[in-house]
């Protein structure tokens, strides 16, 4: 059969050359045309043809797909067949001058469902190769298409009822399909991508992308992160590389009555641990955890200019947008920045609307808390911020109020916006003695009352310092004078657990908890700062 179609050239002649698939044919003269490879694909994105495999897929393009073959000489034609149709007359012949040992025509008019097969001759002047060994491909023009359904949140327009809220899970069920043409194939689905309003450019290998079960199925659990309407955008992709979607509209309500738990970032009611990972990303880890799987994670790309959250400091514990998600805003800062970077927390610690420059206020105050020239000493910007910890509202509410470590002394920022500077600040020590700890706040005990914890970095012994609220509402902060004091426990050297923080109570006993991250990096857990349970490794 090969023989056959190579005769129909015509009155060029033949000259009997083994034609190997990519790779080089030996030839009968110097001169004489060669086959050294053949490729075909969509327009002009070619991959390599197997005669021994299944046919490739080929999708659906502008002028049909593009066959090409690597000679040697001026030329090369080529033969398509319909092999679906089961005839071995060519349905496609053409010829094509070369570039660089590169011959290429696109091949139009082709039907969605059919298989092909093709070869190529080499051409140079009145001399023709022997035929390429036969390629094969399978049209498939037809978009995948897909269906959407939440138990959850259903559709606009439905009569149905959400029996959940913006800021929880909901699960939403995706039913693909590839039809196939009458007579014909369909590559199949090969992944399903999604995204709540913007789904950007993207294939299989996207984060996004999930592979569907062998019924079509792909079953997702989402936290819908704004109430009122939200569309969850479906991208269907199948093996030809065609693409289909639909978008799913639906009303998420707001909870009238949300958890707020000081702490939490993600709106669930559980306070978090923020870390970041090895890839420069942020990740949430709930206390009550029993292992270090995130429950969410805030891409590098996210972070203050710099693609990676691992250089910042970052803080949180209350909000200050009473018409947003009762969850922590974050507090962000990079030693020796002027600035720092607060992160409002409006759709449950997506953070999609990015940061905004917290002021650093010139409203100080004293220990009484009467307005009071700021001392000479105070900064007029964040960059002798050496650490800074979110100590839990000091002014009522769940309004933030942050600690900052500065030139050796302690400084309360508190009781304003942070975006306008109206935060007053008070100057907590006057020793310089606290340039060797590190800060942990816990946050307030059910009574209100506050404490900072303190590891000395020289000896590993952590402090505890109580900061009780007093009967008029204010807080007692002279525990805070001497850094040596008040020593809890020892072992929490640096070279042991570089890093130490607490996100309060988390195993339900009414007293804050210590974590700790390992030389290996692991989560470690604490009951107060003892019983100490190891969650694993951090991604």
Partial sequence: MTLSRARRLGGVTVVAVAAGLLAPTAAVADTAPAVLGTGQGIDYNTAACDSTGDPTWIGRSVNGPTINAKVTGTGARFSVWDVTAGTEDPVFTREAQTSGQQAQVAVPGLLDGHSYAWHAWALQGQQASAPSADCHFTMDTTSPTATVSSPDFPASGSGGTATKYAGQK??????????????????????????????GVGGCSSPDAVTPEDDGTVTLDLKVLNWGSNNLNIQVIDNAGNVGGVSYSFYAPSNPNPPKTLGDVDGDGVADILLPDARGNLQYISANASDTTPSSVIA???????????????????WSNQHAPSSDDLFVHKPG????????????????????????????????GASAA????????????????????VTGGFT??????EGGNLWLHAGGDFTFGFQKVRKLTTSGAWS?????????DAAGN?????????????????????????????????????????????????????SGDADGDGKPDLWAVSADRHLVMYSGWGDPNDLGALR
């Fill in 337 to 368: 920045d002027g600035w720092l970077y607060q992160y409002r927390n409006f759709d449950y610690g997506s953070f999609t609307q990015g940061w905004t420059g917290a002021q650093r206020s010139t409203r100080c105050v004293n220990d009484a």
């Fill in 400 to 405: 933030p109020s942050l600690v900052t470590l």
């Fill in 300 to 318: 590098g790309a996210h972070a203050p200019h710099d693609g990676s959250w691992a250089p910042f400091q970052v803080a949180h514990r209350g």
């Fill in 450 to 502: 506050l404490v900072l914890w303190g590891r000395d970095r020289a000896t590993g012994e952590l402090h505890a310092y109580p900061i009780p609220k007093k009967a008029d509402g204010t807080f007692d902060f002279s525990a805070l004078a001497d850094p040596k004091a008040n020593v809890v426990a020892p072992g929490f050297t640096t070279a042991a657990f570089p890093t130490l923080g607490s």
């Fill in 436 to 444: 060797g700890y590190d800060l942990i706040a816990p946050g307030p």
């Fill in 374 to 393: 700021c001392p000479a000493d105070y900064a007029s910007d964040w960059s002798k911020v050496d650490q800074l910890v979110a100590l839990g509202p």
């Fill in 170 to 199: 909901g699960t939403f069920v995706v039913k693909t399909a590839d039809p196939a043409p009458a007579g014909g194939e369909a590559s199949g689905v090969a992944c399903v991508r999604y995204g709540f309003d913007y789904l």
